[in-house]
T-cell receptor, first 114, second 115 residues
């Protein structure tokens, strides 16, 4: 079956650096993508989303880029802070029988050093 | 708004025991979901519901049952717990109408250990 995956399981950066977390998806029919942040012991928290009719979307300190040609998604975090340390998941929307569910990647651990 | 809440937060069961996990949301969302999260496996969908009185199987439904008697509640049941069901369980909800996808919002999780 098709699935969402991540290139890097762990990313270590210095405080103040920009971070880029990558995600590859394999379902060309996926039309909606979400990035979640999960801190230890907590549930996933929505960060930013993007629909397939867009290639870029910006939030506060975060930007998601979508490249449908190569089926690649990335999350950019500007001026990374220690509070950004967490596991980041990408998820893609899959349609089954007219209803939509999300398939999640395994996650990337972001470690931010002061 | 409390968002998505889950009870209990922690539970230890013996093999063969049964239990029910409760999820509640106060956002008037149509869709609700149950996931399990295991180390290195990410989030896997167990069951989901697209509305009151309806449920559907996800990726890993075996050993679980669900019910959605009220729009705001989604129950996950384990009839005969097995050690393989040791995991962290997350509930989520979204507004989604048919053909339209919306963000899923997650609860804080239930950590279940089956001995």
């Amino acid at each position: 079956g098709e699935s969402v995956g991540l290139h890097l399981p762990t990313l270590s950066v210095q405080e103040g650096d920009n971070s880029i977390i990558n995600c590859a998806y394999s379902n060309s029919a996926s039309d909606y993508f979400i990035w979640y942040k999960q801190e230890s012991g907590k549930g996933p928290q929505f960060i930013i989303d993007i629909r397939s009719n867009m290639d870029k979307r910006q939030g506060q300190r975060v930007t998601v880029l979508l490249n449908k040609t190569v089926k690649h998604l990335s999350l950019q975090i500007a001026a990374t802070q220690p509070g950004d340390s967490a596991v980041y998941f990408c998820a893609e929307n899959l349609r089954a029988a007219g209803y939509s569910t999300l398939t999640f990647g395994k996650g990337t651990m972001l470690l931010v050093s002061p | 708004n409390a968002g998505v809440t889950q009870t209990p937060k922690f539970r230890v069961l013996k093999t063969g025991q049964s239990m029910t996990l409760l999820c509640a949301q106060d956002m008037n969302h149509e869709y609700m979901y149950w996931y399990r999260q295991d180390p290195g496996m990410g989030l896997r969908l167990i069951h989901y519901s697209v509305g009151e009185g309806t449920t559907a199987k996800g990726e890993v439904p075996d050993g679980y049952n669900v019910s959605r008697l009220k729009k705001q509640n989604f129950l996950l049941g384990l009839e005969s717990a097995a050690p393989s069901q040791t995991s962290v369980y997350f509930c989520a909800s979204s507004y989604s109408k048919r053909g339209v996808t919306d963000t899923q919002y997650f609860g804080p999780g239930t950590r279940l250990t089956v001995l």
